[in-house]
């Protein structure tokens, strides 16, 4: 399903959403988390795949690919760690940023507790951080996440809850626990009264548009990307990815377009209603993982609601087909290891430039420039390996060696 958003508008960056999220903000995150030994010390590659872009008609298509940003395989890397840090400063001012990652205050830290709920990887980036802050660490994992996505949790030191019911309900739950033993919650989507701490996290996501925007440069491209596919969600990775491009580009911005599972369109449904709303499905599980979110979040919704023009929902069985095409790669194109949710964007492109109406709707052309981001690699490499039919191992072997 593809709908025009009725609420979008071609104008500068609001003064009232600048004073949220804004780019002097996303660069001082830069600059902390460069020293935290978890992250690559390199933008994450862009890669052009002339070939695919061929094949689907269009001008230019790139894939950011944020599968290689840490060893936690995906985009999560930038939110939760950022959130975490600044919460820390909130308590202590007098601590120094960059030692806060580095464990240098862990023994005053020992007894802080933070918890969130997850899909994965989230709560991976959140176990991550705390382990290496020196605080401790709860995750909230509904039915429907997997073992191997527990286990990769688990393995950063985190303490697991496991209960019944879907992502909501462990939202839900992580709420009851942090009230009850006075634990901080530390969560990518907002609720009442709650706005700073999602806030950081989806403004840890700018990061990967600035580095768009200097690989761009370096590479003497003067023609910027005309539409941006960027995956839902609750709403704040596509609103961090977008809030640093509108300001950078004011009404020249690209042309948004927001894809969701079919069955997990909470964002869709709120660019219908006009607010923040719920998923039209009960159940919103899907093989996309990370986007199988059956609520809205407020303050991400305040970013997207005049900057998204279309909002689409793509079905499951379209993602196994992206992946294995991705990995292949070809004579001109790179090969990439991207997961379920990592293919979404593709997915949609795909499915749009498959209908000329639907692509003349978004205003796909044959000179158009397109941007796509591979969010996660293989985070539950068992999976990958039923969805795609070889080893992660084996897909970076063979981009390892294209002659790039």
Same mark, same amino acid.
């Given at each position: 399903?593809?709908?025009?958003?009725?609420?979008?508008?071609?104008?500068?960056?609001?003064?009232? @959403? =600048?004073? %949220? !999220?804004?780019?002097?903000?996303?660069? +001082?995150? $830069?600059?902390? /988390? &460069?020293?935290?030994? #978890?992250?690559?010390?390199?933008?994450?590659?862009?890669?052009?795949?002339?070939?695919?872009?061929?094949?689907?008609?269009?001008?230019?298509?790139?894939?950011?690919?944020?599968?290689?940003?840490?060893?936690?395989?995906?985009?999560?890397?930038?939110?939760?760690?950022?959130?975490? @840090? =600044?919460? %820390? !400063?909130?308590?202590?001012?007098?601590? +120094?940023? $960059?030692?806060? /990652? &580095?464990?240098?205050? #862990?023994?005053?830290?020992?007894?802080?507790?933070?918890?969130?709920?997850?899909?994965?990887?989230?709560?991976?980036?959140?176990?991550?951080?705390?382990?290496?802050?020196?605080?401790?660490?709860?995750?909230?994992?509904?039915?429907?996440?997997?073992?191997?996505?527990?286990?990769?949790?688990?393995?950063?030191?985190?303490?697991?809850?496991?209960?019944?019911?879907?992502?909501?309900?462990?939202?839900?739950? #992580?709420?009851?626990?942090?009230?009850?033993?006075?634990?901080?919650?530390?969560?990518?989507?907002?609720?009442?009264?709650?706005?700073?701490?999602?806030?950081?996290?989806?403004?840890?996501?700018?990061?990967?548009?600035?580095?768009?925007?200097?690989?761009?440069?370096?590479?003497?491209?003067?023609?910027?990307?005309?539409?941006?596919?960027?995956?839902?969600?609750?709403?704040?990775?596509?609103?961090?990815?977008?809030?640093?491009?509108?300001?950078?580009?004011?009404?020249?911005?690209?042309?948004?377009?927001?894809?969701?599972?079919?069955?997990?369109?909470?964002?869709?449904?709120?660019?219908?209603?006009?607010?923040?709303?719920?998923?039209?499905?009960?159940?919103?599980?899907?093989?996309?993982?990370?986007?199988?979110?059956?609520?809205?979040?407020?303050?991400?919704?305040?970013?997207?609601?005049?900057?998204?023009?279309?909002?689409?929902?793509?079905?499951?069985?379209?993602?196994?087909?992206?992946?294995?095409?991705?990995?292949?790669?070809?004579?001109?194109?790179?090969?990439?290891?991207?997961?379920?949710?990592?293919?979404?964007?593709?997915?949609?492109?795909?499915?749009?430039?498959?209908?000329?109406?639907?692509?003349?709707?978004?205003?796909?052309?044959?000179?158009?420039?397109?941007?796509?981001?591979?969010?996660?690699?293989?985070?539950?490499?068992?999976?990958?390996?039923?969805?795609?039919?070889?080893?992660?191992?084996?897909?970076?072997?063979?981009?390892?060696?294209?002659?790039?």
């Amino acid at each position: 399903m593809l709908i025009a958003n009725p609420q979008v508008q071609r104008l500068p960056y609001p003064v009232e @959403l =600048r004073r %949220v !999220m804004n780019i002097e903000t996303t660069r +001082e995150n $830069r600059g902390w /988390l &460069a020293k935290w030994a #978890a992250l690559s010390s390199k933008p994450t590659p862009l890669y052009h795949l002339p070939d695919l872009a061929q094949q689907l008609g269009i001008g230019l298509l790139s894939v950011k690919d944020e599968s290689v940003r840490s060893p936690l395989g995906s985009f999560k890397a930038l939110g939760a760690p950022i959130a975490l @840090l =600044r919460q %820390v !400063m909130r308590l202590h001012p007098d601590f +120094e940023p $960059r030692d806060v /990652l &580095a464990g240098r205050y #862990a023994a005053q830290l020992g007894e802080y507790t933070v918890i969130s709920a997850t899909d994965g990887n989230h709560g991976r980036a959140l176990a991550a951080a705390a382990r290496d802050v020196g605080c401790r660490c709860v995750i909230v994992l509904h039915a429907e996440v997997s073992q191997e996505r527990e286990d990769a949790i688990a393995a950063y030191g985190a303490r697991i809850v496991r209960i019944a019911g879907d992502y909501d309900d462990s939202v839900e739950e #992580a709420a009851r626990l942090a009230a009850q033993n006075g634990w901080q919650v530390v969560a990518d989507t907002s609720s009442a009264g709650d706005e700073e701490i999602p806030r950081d996290v989806m403004q840890g996501y700018g990061i990967i548009s600035e580095e768009v925007a200097e690989q761009l440069a370096r590479e003497g491209r003067s023609e910027r990307y005309t539409h941006v596919f960027l995956q839902g969600g609750v709403g704040g990775f596509p609103a961090g990815v977008i809030a640093y491009f509108w300001e950078l580009y004011g009404a020249q911005r690209p042309h948004f377009v927001v894809v969701e599972p079919v069955q997990a369109d909470c964002l869709l449904q709120s660019a219908l209603q006009g607010r923040p709303a719920q998923a039209s499905s009960q159940s919103v599980e899907s093989v996309m993982a990370g986007l199988a979110c059956g609520a809205a979040s407020p303050i991400a919704w305040k970013f997207l609601e005049q900057s998204v023009d279309h909002f689409m929902t793509v079905e499951d069985h379209y993602v196994a087909p992206a992946m294995r095409r991705l990995a292949q790669g070809s004579e001109r194109d790179t090969p990439i290891l991207a997961g379920e949710s990592g293919v979404a964007g593709l997915v949609a492109l795909q499915t749009l430039q498959a209908d000329p109406d639907l692509a003349h709707q978004v205003g796909l052309q044959k000179d158009s420039r397109v941007l796509l981001i591979n969010t996660e690699g293989a985070t539950a490499p068992k999976l990958y390996r039923e969805l795609v039919g070889e080893d992660p191992e084996t897909v970076l072997q063979r981009q390892s060696k294209w002659p790039a």
